[in-house]
Nanobody, 126 residues
Framework: VQLVESGGGSVQAGESLKLSCAAS?????????????MGWFRQAPGKGREGVAY???????QRYADAVKGRFAIGRNAKKILNLQMNDLRPEDSGVYYC?????????????????WGQGTQVTVS
């Protein structure tokens, strides 16, 4: 399974960005792309990787970290691109944002629970 993020950049506080994650690959013996848990994580310099939001593509359940509730929205479009709409960005939202996928959402916002990762895209808010 390959995950490729895009959409990062540098913005001023209060502005918005939209991240996208394109997934490909997966077989019947491995991960079926249509039936996965997909999430966004971020990592600031010197800090661990923290969960931002995730969603199940089976029942569309979503969950957000408290720090981003009401400002970020996770979604998946008709082309199966995972998006993260980030509004009212704050300097503390800065970091490398990663798209991740796994067969189950049991791990929730725990990074250790996700088997597949993208390379990350930088978000800088000043």
């Amino acid at each position: 399974v390959q995950l490729v993020e895009s959409g990062g950049g540098s913005v001023q506080a209060g502005e918005s960005l939209k991240l996208s994650c394109a997934a490909s690959g997966g077989t019947t013996s491995g991960l079926t792309i249509r039936e996965v848990c997909m999430g966004w994580f971020r990592q600031a310099p010197g800090k661990g990787r923290e969960g931002v939001a995730y969603m199940s593509t089976l029942n569309w359940y979503q969950r957000y970290a408290d720090a981003v509730k009401g400002r970020f929205a996770i979604g998946r479009n008709a082309k199966k691109i995972l998006n993260l709409q980030m509004n009212d960005l704050r300097p503390e939202d800065s970091g490398v944002y990663y798209c991740a996928a796994d067969r189950s959402c049991r791990g929730g916002l725990s990074a250790e629970s996700y088997a597949y990762w993208g390379q990350g895209t930088q978000v800088t808010v000043s």
